[in-house]
């Protein structure tokens, strides 16, 4: 309850004044760079009456980055105005964070670097931290690359007892990638080495944690098909895996499940794969990605085959749940009669596909979303990693009819 109420605030906020007649898509901040960030990745979290997001580049220390910059944490507030809380300096603090923010009931936000850190120089293997509601930054760990993993590609999750749960592309027993939990006192234990033997490898996707202490995840490649097309798997509270299925490729599978996971009532799973599905203008021979639906009991259904084109997306960035079992989400190329196009955003329901908003670039919108929208109490809010004013990405609201 108190999230829908959180949630709600931030709405009623954000469409006051010259907003509140928006019926569809507005452009509600272009980043410039230096010193606001540029390029993000990881969507938006709230917290409060503030939304709260993460740059992959730019801030304050570019000089040090070939002008690049490390990137940053911003807030906004319902005007429209933009903040940055933190500015990445690679060393010790982390650098190049491009997974979702996670708050706490106390108004921290938990996340992860792909870079930086005190590891694996000169880069650093990245981190995970905290930012309180003042703004401090503190880094609860520093990956070193050995057993206990490397760059953390996704955000995190946390449980009642305030356990943080993640997973790396990189490192681990097999180099292959982990998922590790790190206790109040920031030590951490590596729940699972991916790599071996019918097992996935590389892991871009944040955990979904049921009530009886399960972990459900993806991951791009691996599993039992010669194809090695990805799987989804789960770690009990006893730190054993299952892998719950092997994707094969093609339009009946998909290929590489990336972004987030979605769990209902039922035990279901939801999420998409970046390949595979059907051919289309957009691809590489290998589709350009599905959305699909993993029951309780391991059978699979794809729910929609992308194919790219003007009046469908390409590679789908992850899904969100809105009102009465409607799914929506993000794709980073499609929605044009070009070879790619810049991105879509999606509705799917029980009536079938739409696309309701196609990415154009340009001063008055994004291009390449890179995380699935958060939706509002009848809104879609959202990052793209390129368009707006500068082509450094934007933030966005689509208002839903």
């Excluded at 999230?3 to 469409?15: E, M, N, R």
């Excluded at 770690?235 to 209902?264: K, Q, W």
Aim: aromatic share 10%; glycine share 20%.
């Amino acid at each position: 309850m108190k999230t829908i109420l959180i949630a709600i605030t931030f709405l009623t906020l954000i469409t006051s004044s010259a907003w509140i007649h928006a019926q569809e898509f507005t452009l509600l901040y272009s980043f410039e760079d230096a010193p606001d960030g540029a390029n993000p990745d990881g969507g938006l979290s709230v917290v409060g009456s503030s939304g709260y997001g993460t740059t992959y580049h730019g801030g304050a220390y570019g000089y040090n980055n070939q002008g690049l910059g490390y990137g940053t944490i911003f807030k906004m507030i319902a005007s429209g105005r933009e903040t940055v809380i933190h500015n990445f300096a690679s060393s010790p603090d982390g650098a190049n964070p491009s997974g979702p923010l996670t708050p706490d009931t106390a108004g921290n936000l938990y996340g992860t670097t792909q870079q930086g850190g005190s590891g694996c120089a000169p880069a650093g293997c990245g981190t995970v931290y905290k930012i309180d509601p003042a703004g401090n930054e503190t880094v609860l760990y520093r990956f070193q690359a050995g057993t206990d993993g490397a760059a953390p590609y996704a955000g995190v999750i946390l449980d009642s007892q305030g356990n943080i749960y993640g997973t790396t592309m990189g490192g681990g027993s097999y180099g292959t990638g982990t998922v590790f939990r790190l206790d109040t006192g920031g030590h951490e234990t590596v729940l699972h080495n991916f790599g071996g033997p019918g097992d996935g490898a590389d892991l871009a996707g944040t955990l979904v944690l049921d009530s009886a202490g399960n972990l459900y995840g993806t991951t791009l490649v691996g599993g039992a098909c010669p194809q090695e097309g990805g799987t989804v798997f789960k770690i009990d509270a006893a730190s054993n895996e299952t892998i719950l299925y092997s994707f094969c490729g093609g339009a009946s599978t998909g290929s590489s499940p990336t972004g987030n996971l979605l769990r209902d009532a039922a035990g279901n799973l939801y999420g998409v794969t970046g390949q595979s599905g059907d051919d289309c203008p957009a691809g590489d021979g290998d589709g350009c990605g599905t959305v699909f639906e993993l029951t309780a009991s391991g059978q699979l259904r794809v729910l929609h085959a992308f194919n790219g084109g003007a009046t469908d997306g390409a590679f789908p960035t992850g899904i969100t749940a809105g009102a009465s079992g409607v799914l929506y989400g993000s794709t980073s190329a499609g929605g044009s009669n070009d070879t790619a196009g810049l991105g879509t955003l999606f509705q799917l329901s029980r009536s079938g596909f739409s696309l309701i908003h196609v990415f154009e670039g340009g001063n008055q919108d994004g291009a390449m979303p890179l995380a699935p929208p958060l939706f509002l109490a009848g809104s879609l809010y959202g990052t793209t990693n390129l368009g707006g004013a500068s082509s450094n990405g934007s933030v966005y609201k689509f208002a839903l009819k």
